[in-house]
C-alpha cells in the first residue's frame, strides 16, 4: 500500500512555530534574546501528524495506559483487527494522517462511538493521551502491514 508522506511537514512545522513566536512576542521588546526563536519553539511545541516515534508507539500500544485495556486487546495485535465479530476496526497500514486526526477526534469529543470515545476520553483524563502520544500511536499503527486496501481493481 502506497503511503503518504510529507517530507517538509517538519519544516513547515517549525516556519510556523517561529511565525507564532514572533506575533507572541510583538510589541513587548524589541531587544529578543539571541535564542528567542528556539525558546518560542519549544513554548509552541506544535505537534503534527508526522511527528510520531513508532517505536514509542509500539509499546504504548500494549500499555494498559491509566489502568485501561491496551489498545491491541481490541484492535488487534499490531492493529489488524482480530475477528470480522469485534467492532474495533483495523489500524494496521492505515493512512498515518487519518490515525492522528481520528484518535484527536474521539479525545476532543468530535467523533463518537460508545467505546472508542470514552476510551479516549479516559486515557486524556489520565494524561495518557497528549498530541505527542497519539502522533506516536498513529505513526507506529500506519507502518505495519495489513489487510487494508482499497477497492480498485475490485469488480
Ligand atoms: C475497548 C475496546 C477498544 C480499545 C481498548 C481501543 N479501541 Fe480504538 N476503537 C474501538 C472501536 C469499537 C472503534 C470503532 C469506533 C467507531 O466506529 O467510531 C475504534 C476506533 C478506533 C480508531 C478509528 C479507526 C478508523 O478506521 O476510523 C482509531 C484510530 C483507534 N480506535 C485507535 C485506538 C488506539 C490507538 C487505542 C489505544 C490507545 C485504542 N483505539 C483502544 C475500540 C477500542
Known amino acids: ?50 511527528d510520531g516515534d513508532a517505536a514509542r508507539g509500539e509499546k504504548l500500544s500494549k500499555e494498559k495506559l491509566g489502568g485501561r485495556q491496551a489498545c491491541v486487546e481490541c484492535h488487534g495485535d499490531k492493529g489488524n483487527a482480530p475477528s470480522a465479530d469485534m467492532a474495533a476496526p483495523m489500524l494496521a497500514g492505515q493512512y498515518q494522517d487519518y490515525l492522528f486526526h481520528t484518535m484527536q477526534a474521539y479525545r476532543d469529543g468530535k467523533r463518537d462511538n ?26 507506529y499503527f500506519a507502518s505495519q502491514s495489513g489487510g487494508l486496501g482499497d477497492l480498485h481493481g475490485v469488480k
Open 1 to 50: 500500500m502506497t503511503k503518504r508522506v510529507f517530507p517538509h511537514a517538519p519544516a513547515l512545522a517549525l516556519a510556523l512555530a517561529a511565525g507564532f513566536g514572533l506575533v507572541a512576542c510583538g510589541g513587548q521588546s524589541h531587544e529578543a534574546p539571541a535564542d528567542a526563536g528556539a525558546e518560542a519553539h519549544k513554548a509552541v511545541a506544535h505537534v503534527s501528524a508526522t
Open 114 to 139: 460508545a467505546l472508542m470515545t470514552s476510551h479516549a476520553k479516559g486515557l486524556a483524563e489520565s494524561g495518557h493521551f497528549d498530541d505527542q502520544t497519539i502522533a506516536d500511536l498513529a505513526a
